[in-house]
């Protein structure tokens, strides 16, 4: 992929970018990349967002009672057996 530097700007349009890029939640570079694409006319696939693949939708959901049975449920894992260590 080409690569090309950029001489000359000012540093209000830097401090723009920069400010743009932080709020948007991407580099500086994607954001130049992406309005360079835009500004000639180039369009751009947009790629899918990530999938998560976490539990943050599960976080506080639980109750007391089933916070219990899963503590219960999982503390044979923090059982060390000495034979598996010799």
């Given at each position: 992929?080409?690569t090309?530097?950029?001489?000359g700007?000012?540093?209000a349009?830097v ?6 890029a ?8 994607s ?10 006319g180039?369009?751009?696939k947009?790629?899918?967002p990530?999938p998560h693949d976490d539990?943050?939708?599960l976080?506080?959901t639980?109750?007391a009672?089933e ?6 449920s ?5 059982e060390v057996d000495?034979e598996?260590?010799?």
């Open positions: 992929m080409p090309i530097s950029v001489r700007l000012d540093e349009v401090a723009r970018l920069k400010r743009h932080e709020q948007a939640g991407e580099s500086v570079n954001v130049v990349v992406r309005l360079l694409n835009e500004q000639t180039h369009a751009v947009q790629r899918s990530r539990l943050d939708a976080a506080g639980w109750s009672r916070q219990k049975a899963f503590e219960r999982t503390a044979p894992f923090a000495p598996l260590w010799k």
